[in-house]
């Protein structure tokens, strides 16, 4: 953990082993403290360990200072780590009845979900533009583990109320690009349902 109030973030740096919703149980326990997730940088490497660097900050945009903070973050990771399915749902929704904030008027700002297989030579990109939200971040990624996508590569952006999701992946089985159309089109209602959830 290291603050840079001058910035109005903290960053946040996890190198562990790669294992079956990593990413995901990762934005989870952010967001039951809750906290915000500005932007996240995460790569998988060959020996099987990924890198996460993430940029968080508090609901006054202000960097995470408070140690009960960090605690319930590391508390419920760890927690989530131990066993193959951890259930967030409970958390996140008491995190959301107890934010104490008002709710910001309607983004006008283009939601949409695009899947390319012509960006990149090895991966399939996988772009979402939607207003934020707590739990975003989860929700998204726990409906690409559903689906059975691989994430070799991936780049968070929240900014003004609004996320801007780009990953890289591949199939989880094959290890390939995903060209089937009625697979994409199954990954792309997973992923609307998940972006429309409350």
Do not use: M
């Not at 946040?12 to 915000?36: E, Q, Y």
């Not at 090895?122 to 691989?150: C, K, S, W």
Request: proline residues 4%; neutral net charge.
């Amino acid at each position: 953990w290291e603050a840079w109030p001058q910035l109005g973030h903290s960053v946040i740096s996890f190198c562990t082993w790669d294992r079956n919703d990593l990413l995901a149980k990762i934005a989870g326990s952010f967001s039951v403290v809750p906290l915000n997730i500005l932007s996240a940088d995460v790569f998988s490497r060959g020996d099987q360990s990924v890198l996460g660097i993430f940029r968080v900050c508090n609901l006054k945009e202000r960097p995470i200072t408070e140690k009960r903070e960090r605690e319930l973050v590391e508390t419920t990771l760890s927690r989530a780590l131990e066993v193959e399915v951890f259930e967030f749902g409970p958390l996140l929704e008491q995190a959301r009845r107890n934010l104490a904030r008002k709710r910001l008027h309607e983004l006008e700002f283009p939601t949409g979900i695009a899947i390319d297989n012509k960006a990149h030579p090895a991966y399939t990109l996988i772009q979402i533009e939607t207003p934020d939200r707590i739990g975003l971040l989860y929700d998204l990624l726990t409906a690409l583990g559903h689906e059975g996508v691989n994430i070799a590569l991936s780049r968070i952006s929240t900014q003004k109320g609004a996320a801007i999701d780009t990953f890289y992946v591949c199939d989880n089985n094959g290890r390939g690009k995903i060209t089937d159309s009625n697979r994409i089109a199954g990954i792309q209602h997973r992923l609307r349902a998940a972006q429309n959830r409350c």
